[in-house]
């Protein structure tokens, strides 16, 4: 991981961006010393790695509920939480109410953000489900040959009634008469 801010009012941890101010307070945000960083890496690795496998796999199994991915989300701000009282507290900056109110603020974002993984899930699943369902109506609706069972069918085209009529005159037009489909294993026309 590359360079890490933070503020030392509300304790706001990220990478390093363009803002050069916290979008929570405002104060100018610092870069992690280097043996603070290593203490960072270390939280911030393992347990990003664990949210994103704990996720993708309870989305993919469908078994992920949005009280799960809450819990998922309260776990990082609980580790986040130790890691800020133990190496940020101790900044005569650093006030409690104004990381407080940032730890709110990101359990806001933690909530609306299962809400909406909750409900793209449903969405992708209720298409899903649209797309098979319309897949085997398209199969409940192939017709079979009546004599055979077969669904090796050939439509009868207007066209070739046409040269029918045209080689037969009348007798071969009564032979396909009021049939749509031939079986292309019995030979059955119906």
Not at 65 to 76: F, K, N, R, S, Y
Not at 108 to 125: I, V
């Amino acid at each position: 991981m590359g360079k890490v801010m933070y503020c030392e009012k509300c304790g706001r941890i990220g990478p390093v961006s363009f803002r050069k101010k916290c979008k929570s307070c405002g104060v100018i945000l610092k870069i992690f010393p280097e043996e603070m960083k290593e203490k960072y890496d270390i939280y911030n690795d393992y347990w990003l790695k664990i949210v994103s496998l704990g996720i993708k796999f309870s989305r993919l199994a469908l078994i992920g509920t949005i009280d799960e991915e809450l819990a998922v989300g309260e776990e990082l701000i609980l580790r986040k939480n130790n890691f800020v009282m133990n190496e940020l507290a101790d900044n005569p900056l650093f006030s409690l109410e104004a990381y407080n109110a940032q730890v709110e603020e990101e359990r806001a974002s933690n909530k609306r953000r299962a809400y909406f993984h909750h409900e793209q899930s449903c969405e992708q699943m209720d298409k899903n489900l649209a797309a098979m369902q319309k897949e085997k109506d398209r199969q409940d609706c192939i017709p079979e040959c009546p004599i055979c069972g077969s669904s090796n069918i050939q439509k009868i085209t207007l066209g070739t009634r046409a040269v029918k009529t045209a080689a037969f005159g009348v007798v071969g037009a009564v032979d396909d008469a009021g049939k749509t489909y031939k079986c292309c294993n019995c030979g059955s026309k119906f």
